[in-house]
T-cell receptor, first 115, second 112 residues
Framework: DTEVTQTPKHLVMGMTNKKSLKCEQHMGHRAMYWYKQKAKKPPELMFVYSYEKLSINESVPSRFSPECPNSSLLNLHLHALQPEDSALYLC??????????????FGEGSWLTVV | GENVEQHPSTLSVQEGDSAVIKCTYSDSASNYFPWYKQELGKRPQLIIDIRSNVGEKKDQRIAVTLNKTAKHFSLHITETQPEDSAVYFCAASMRAGNKLTFGGGTRVLVKP
């Protein structure tokens, strides 16, 4: 089972709203990721959690707040977003550790529109 | 940090022909090179990957080659079919899937 599930699939929020994106995997992976993808662009890394600890923050604005409650779950809390934050948000997971790269599996994504 | 360049940005081929996409990377410490296919409105899906201790890998109609000296890697799709139409991304990582850097993508159109 190579499934990473994300909810909601679509989200429309106002600039003053607070919302959360949720991600779950049951592959026993200990690395989880948030990527942002704009139209016709590659995915851009936002955050990496390794063994439930934040290991990489790609200088993401504080209006995006990640949380990893346990090894299977990853959340992205959203507050005071701007219209330019509208994008596809992809969660992903992989094995952690090792001497070379591990396969990263992506979820279907959450389409976010900020109005 | 790592920089991955991908060419061409668009590629149109006749069904049955071959398609080749080329990528270059900047950091010689990169050792893992996956290729993802993304159909419109869908997630990126891994189609093949190669590690730095291997020069070539093949899976049915798809093959990837790696030249570590030149820091090039390429995707070859033979006998293309309409369902191969999608955006393809190359990527590079130094270790353990920790930080995957993507190329800009190639939009492939296979004409029937």
């Amino acid at each position: 089972d190579t499934e990473v599930t994300q909810t909601p699939k679509h989200l429309v929020m106002g600039m003053t709203n607070k919302k959360s994106l949720k991600c779950e995997q049951h592959m026993g992976h200990r690395a989880m990721y948030w990527y942002k993808q704009k139209a016709k662009k590659p995915p851009e890394l936002m955050f990496v959690y390794s063994y439930e600890k934040l290991s990489i923050n790609e200088s993401v604005p504080s209006r995006f707040s990640p949380e990893c409650p346990n090894s299977s779950l990853l959340n992205l809390h959203l507050h005071a977003l701007q219209p330019e934050d509208s994008a596809l948000y992809l969660c992903a997971s992989s094995q952690a550790g090792g001497r070379s790269g591990n396969t990263i599996y992506f979820g279907e994504g959450s389409w976010l529109t900020v109005v | 940090g790592e920089n991955v360049e991908q060419h061409p940005s668009t590629l149109s081929v006749q069904e049955g022909d071959s398609a080749v996409i080329k990528c270059t990377y900047s950091d010689s410490a990169s050792n893992y090179f996956p290729w993802y296919k993304q159909e419109l409105g869908k997630r990126p899906q891994l189609i093949i990957d190669i590690r730095s201790n291997v020069g070539e890998k093949k899976d049915q109609r798809i093959a990837v080659t790696l030249n570590k000296t030149a820091k090039h890697f390429s995707l070859h799709i033979t006998e293309t079919q309409p369902e191969d139409s999608a955006v393809y991304f190359c990527a590079a990582s130094m270790r353990a899937g920790n930080k995957l850097t993507f190329g800009g993508g190639t939009r492939v159109l296979v004409k029937p």
